[in-house]
């Protein structure tokens, strides 16, 4: 059996789900992500055994969380200067339920033996890839979006999905979720 790609991921709920597709300039050099594709990541793995897989899962299960919610708001750009390569939409200041709970996936991910990233997370929702996007063009679309408020939402599951690349996109697939308690 070969090695999966797997990431850990909050969703947003379909109603912000349909603002942000909504968003798309439709910009030469930008691709837009699907509705179903807007996630949250929380860890990805992008090479793990079955093994590892199934321990991956077990000690997600035993993490424990409460429901919080999470604005969606504020556009940028990796890296921030120079040419995009990303179009994203943050989380505000950032909720520390959320950083909490980023903090437990990649210690379940350690204590089985998978490298944690240790960048430091900048939690967003990936909108766009760009590429040989019109800077001008492109600035004018993030400047006339930069006080972007998309909604809030209540996280009450995270979800690990195996993520199959194709020549037509990924293809996430959910693997398992877990309920806040």
């Not at 594709?37 to 199934?54: E, K, N």
């Not at 035993?62 to 708001?73: C, K, M, N, R, T």
Request: glycine share 8%.
């Amino acid at each position: 059996m070969s090695a999966k790609r797997l990431f850990v991921s909050i969703d947003p709920p379909q109603s912000i789900r349909k603002v942000l597709v909504e968003l798309d300039p439709r910009l030469r050099g930008v691709r837009w992500i699907a509705g179903d594709q807007i996630h949250l990541t929380l860890g990805f793995f992008p090479d793990v055994s079955h093994d590892v897989d199934l321990a991956l899962r077990e000690k997600l299960e035993a993490i424990e969380f409460g429901s919080f919610f999470l604005p969606v708001e504020g556009i940028g750009t990796f890296p921030p200067k120079g040419s995009a390569k990303i179009i994203w939409i943050g989380v505000g200041a950032g909720h520390p339920h959320l950083f909490q709970l980023h903090k437990r996936v990649q210690e379940a991910a350690l204590a089985i033996g998978l490298e944690a990233d240790l960048r430091p997370w900048h939690p967003h929702f990936t909108l766009a890839r760009c590429h040989g996007a019109h800077g001008g063009v492109l600035r004018k679309f993030l400047k006339s979006n930069e006080n972007l408020d998309a909604g809030m939402f209540r996280v009450e599951a995270f979800h690990l999905y195996c993520s199959e690349l194709t020549p037509a996109g990924p293809i996430h697939t959910c693997q398992l979720s877990v309920p806040a308690r």
